[in-house]
């Protein structure tokens, strides 16, 4: 976000106060999009879990640069042709954005993984991977999807992902 504080008429101080202002109206814009994410997908994430051992250290997935770029074209693709690029707009309607403004950042890894593998639940469009991707490329294009998101998102929906290993590890999927 750049103020400018140039702009004739507003002198230095009235720009200090919009950029405040723009600070504050997209804090609270972060608060809302997390207050909203109790969606149709959280209510499935019990029953899309289920623990395989060869999944085991997966999860959070991590970033290598050699992941990225796989991962950039696998992407383009696989993904474009309905997800559009990463942070948007999307090439088909019913088809979230994968970036910043989307959802995809509200699960953790292992659910993305299993979606892109299995199918979304209640998926309508969206096919399953399972044959035509290996998991080591699911992993990739999932890494360059990470990659796009801004670092407070990366590392917000890390911790998430760590946190899901940790319950599905000690409570398992029942
Ligand atoms: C034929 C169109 C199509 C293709 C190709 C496609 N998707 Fe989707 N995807 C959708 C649609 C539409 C949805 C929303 C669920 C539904 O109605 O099927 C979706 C949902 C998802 C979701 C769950 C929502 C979210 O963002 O959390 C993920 C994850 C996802 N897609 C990842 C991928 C990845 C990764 C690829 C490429 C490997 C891919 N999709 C390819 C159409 C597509």
């Not at 720009?15 to 600070?23: A, E, G, N, P, T």
């Not at 995809?104 to 892109?116: E, I, K, N, S, V």
């Not at 199918?119 to 096919?127: E, F, G, K, Y």
């Not at 796009?148 to 029942?174: M, N």
Request: with cysteine; hydrophobic share 40%; charged share 20%.
């Amino acid at each position: 976000m750049s103020v400018r504080y140039s702009l004739d008429g507003i002198d230095i101080l009235d720009s200090m106060r919009l950029k405040k202002r723009l600070v504050a109206a997209s804090l609270l814009f972060v608060v809302a999009v997390l207050g909203a994410c109790g969606d149709a997908n959280d209510a499935n994430i019990d029953d899309a879990a289920s623990i395989d051992a060869a999944d085991s250290g997966k999860f959070p997935i991590e970033l290598t640069s050699r992941r990225i770029e796989a991962g950039k074209l696998i992407y383009s693709q696989n993904c474009a042709s309905c997800h559009g690029p990463v942070q948007g707009p999307a090439a088909i309607d019913p088809a979230p954005v994968h970036g910043d403004a989307g959802h995809t950042w509200h699960h953790p890894d292992r659910l993305l993984y299993q979606w892109t593998l299995d199918r979304p639940p209640l998926a309508t469009i969206m096919p399953a991977f399972r044959g035509a991707l290996s998991d080591e490329e699911v992993l990739a294009v999932l890494s360059y999807i990470k990659s796009s998101w801004l670092p407070e998102i990366q590392e917000r929906q890390d911790l998430g992902s760590a946190q899901y290993e940790a319950q599905v590890i000690e409570f398992g999927t029942d």
